[in-house]
């Protein structure tokens, strides 16, 4: 497994921009998928953007579609999100994720970090 830290949430306005970093722990971070989840209170957590291992396909919930970008930097061992057009909706615990190259299922997990807009 991976040992992942989110970094970058914070308050925004509607309308503004954030942009969300995970650092990855070890050698292998080049061979995960990677994904940002997010949970807003009283919801299940869903997934907001995946990439692949080497960042050559991405994929995006409908809710977000246009408005967030999915990211990496193998050399840095980081995936980014960045997150633009925010709306109060947006507002939720954000948690990237590796996924395992052997199952196919997300099985590592950062802390989360709190992205709240305000409207």
């Known amino acids: 497994q991976v040992q992942l830290v989110e970094s970058g949430g914070g308050l925004v306005q509607a309308g503004g921009s954030l942009r969300l970093s995970c650092l990855a722990s070890?050698?292998?971070?080049?061979?995960?998928?990677m994904g940002w989840f997010r949970q807003a209170p009283g919801k299940e957590r869903e997934l907001v953007a995946a990439?692949?291992?080497?960042?050559?396909?991405?994929s995006y919930a409908d809710s977000v579609k246009g408005r967030f970008t999915i990211s990496r930097d193998n050399t840095k061992n980081t995936v980014y999100l960045q997150m633009n057009s925010l709306r109060p909706e947006d507002t939720a615990v954000y948690y990237c994720?590796?996924?395992?190259?052997?199952?196919?299922?997300?099985?590592?997990w950062g802390q989360g970090t709190q992205v709240t807009v305000s409207s």
């Open positions: 994720a590796a996924q395992s190259f052997l199952t196919g299922n997300y099985n590592s």
């Open positions: 070890g050698r292998t971070f080049s061979r995960y998928g």
């Open positions: 990439i692949a291992s080497n960042g050559g396909r991405t």
